[in-house]
């Protein structure tokens, strides 16, 4: 190769390389963009410079892979967990930082049992059984959402009225083998809630997103009893369905999965864990156009996550666990 050549051709490789350092920093400019953006949508301040470079990295990693992600059955959205890593959201589902303790041994009266005949279709928000959706926030609670939506709906169910009760109540006042915002478990709430004869509105104590000391003057306001709780037979789609054609039903799931933290629409339809570490409400059922069942899911991330703070999950998989663990210990309350 002559001098000249050699020249030449290290002037196409500078050239290429400097088009590409300015690809790659358009591409920085816009996504910070993004980051500050999203900062603003969501409310996220960061305390200094280098927590915010940090956050960055984190939210640039994630977008790429909500980006990058393709499922024909559903979408992911660049929403408010964005600046989190997986290790940090699957610590804030669940504030034990480990799996739920399900006692899969116990089993209860199933009152479902004997049902023959379910609707094709259900769907509690429709027959006003079903509270707006609202948002756990920084606090490990899930468990406390999913009771409560699940008492509201019996509630409605049994005496006509749609009244919206306290989680707040149950993160501060339940012990047992729960510590409010650093995780809980449904069954103590239903035995807090029987012993105390009932559980306040969310408008005599309502929600701080924090651990607080529970406050009896408050409590006392006991607007929704309940006698007690029963388990549907673990690990069986077909039991749950006739519990959730009768009522809500609370069910622990693995929420960590980082498809399922992205999640906007359609049918979540994945391979999924079940480390279950998240509380969520079924709150219906139904089957899409293509016939695809699912249940449908309330959760508790507010209404920017999923549809507008919903999920619909595929139903009766092969997995007899069901999808993400559903199946595996689902409970319900008694009137
Ligand atoms: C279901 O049917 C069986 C047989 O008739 C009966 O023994 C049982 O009590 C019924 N269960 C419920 C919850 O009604
Ligand atoms: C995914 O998003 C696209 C674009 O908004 C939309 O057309 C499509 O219906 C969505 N798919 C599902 C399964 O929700």
Not at 64 to 84: C, M, P, R, T, V
């Amino acid at each position: 190769m002559s001098s000249t050549n050699i020249l030449t051709l290290f002037f196409i490789i500078l050239t290429l390389w400097n088009s590409v350092v300015i690809c790659s920093r358009l591409l920085e400019t816009s996504l910070t963009e993004k980051h500050e953006l999203w900062m603003k949508e969501h409310g996220k301040f960061y305390k200094d410079v280098a927590e915010k470079q940090k956050r960055f990295e984190i939210f640039k990693e994630n977008v790429e892979f909500i980006e990058s992600f393709y499922d024909s059955a559903f979408n992911l959205s660049i929403n408010q967990f964005a600046d989190q890593t997986n290790e940090e959201f699957k610590a804030s589902l669940n504030g034990n930082k480990k799996p739920l303790r399900i006692e899969t041994e116990t089993e209860t009266e199933f009152r479902y049992e004997n049902v023959t005949e379910v609707p094709a279709t259900m769907d509690w928000r429709e027959r006003g059984a079903v509270t707006p959706i609202k948002n756990q926030y920084d606090c490990g609670s899930c468990w406390a959402f999913a009771t409560v939506a699940a008492i509201e709906g019996i509630h409605q169910i049994s005496t006509g009225k749609l009244v919206s009760l306290s989680e707040q109540e149950l993160v501060d006042c339940v012990k047992g083998n729960s510590y409010g915002c650093s995780g809980g478990y449904s069954e103590d709430a239903y035995e807090f809630i029987v012993k105390k004869g009932g559980i306040a509105s969310e408008s005599k104590y309502p929600y701080k997103g924090a651990d607080k000391k529970c406050n009896i003057k408050k409590g006392a306001y006991s607007v929704a009893k309940i006698k007690g709780y029963e388990k549907v037979p673990i690990n069986n789609e077909k039991e749950l369905l006739k519990a959730v054609a009768n009522q809500p039903v609370v069910v622990y799931i693995e929420g960590g999965e980082r498809a399922f933290r992205y999640y906007s629409s359609g049918i979540f339809k994945r391979k999924c864990g079940t480390d279950l570490d998240h509380a969520v409400t079924i709150v219906g059922y139904g089957i899409s156009e293509d016939g695809v069942k699912y249940w449908i899911i309330k959760n508790s991330w507010g209404i920017k996550w999923g549809e507008k703070g919903y999920a619909r999950m595929e139903r009766d998989i092969h997995s007899k666990q069901g999808l993400c663990g559903l199946a595996m210990n689902p409970t319900y309350p008694i009137a």
